[in-house]
């Protein structure tokens, strides 16, 4: 079967850094994608990963190792307005999104 | 209208009702799709279009039907509502289906509550 995990919740603190993980196992590999859900709205696209390595964009970086099935979201510098739901999902063999079921994101301040 | 645009913006329905929610999407993207979110479950894709005049079942297709007469459009149809179907549901585009870089752009959803 297809899965995608990350973990549920993550609490971080104004101004430091936090890196949210995802690992994978699915029928094909065509990109890791990134989105960013605040409570109440749609989810808007963040990043997309298909050679392994480090994308930076800004205060978000994302990385993938296709080999390990992994990727991770690394947010520098939170802010406030950073608490939200992150969600990671793949491309798979048909070009179907398979999603995770997404990371709350805490900022205390 | 600037992106996609769904409606209603929430609905309480009681059970058994017939109900169409409604996309239109004004960026001449090829590839339609329905999602549901539940708490705790990521997004399950209940149907896809691949493009206008096409339509596919995705995860979780059962009790719900779906059309695409033209590249704006694609209503979402719950024949009789049941209590499980009680969720939050997006609609999203995509300029292809068919390319690895399908970043899919979302409507602001329905919340659906069947009762």
């Known amino acids: 079967g297809q899965n995608i995990d990350q973990p549920t919740e993550m609490t971080a603190t104004e101004g430091a850094i936090v890196q949210i993980n995802c690992t994978y196992q699915t029928s094909g590999f065509n990109g890791l994608f990134w989105y960013q859900q605040h409570a109440g709205e749609a989810p808007t696209f963040l990043s997309y990963?298909?050679l392994d390595g480090l994308e930076e964009k800004g205060r978000f970086s994302s990385f993938l190792s296709r080999s390990k099935g992994y990727s991770y979201l690394l947010l520098k510098e939170l802010q406030m307005k950073d608490s939200a739901s992150y969600l990671c999902a793949v491309s798979d063999s048909n070009y179907q999104l398979i999603w995770g079921a997404g990371t709350k994101l805490i900022i205390k301040p | 209208i600037a992106g996609i645009t769904q409606a209603p913006t929430s609905q309480i329905l009681a059970a058994g009702r017939r109900m169409t929610l409604r996309c239109t999407q004004d960026?001449?993207?090829?590839?339609m799709y329905w999602y549901r979110q539940d708490l705790g479950l990521g997004l399950r894709l209940i149907h896809y279009?691949?493009?206008?005049?096409?339509?596919g079942k995705g995860e979780v297709p059962d009790g719900y039907s779906v059309s695409r007469a033209n590249t704006d459009d694609f209503p979402l149809t719950l024949a009789s509502a049941v209590p499980s179907q009680t969720s939050v549901y997006f609609c999203?585009?995509?300029?292809?289906?068919?390319?690895?870089?399908?970043?899919?752009?979302f409507g602001p959803g329905t919340r659906l509550t069947v009762l």
């Open positions: 279009s691949n493009t206008a005049g096409t339509t």
């Open positions: 960026m001449r993207h090829n590839a």
């Open positions: 990963n298909v």
């Open positions: 999203a585009s995509s300029d292809s289906s068919e390319s690895s870089y399908n970043e899919q752009f």
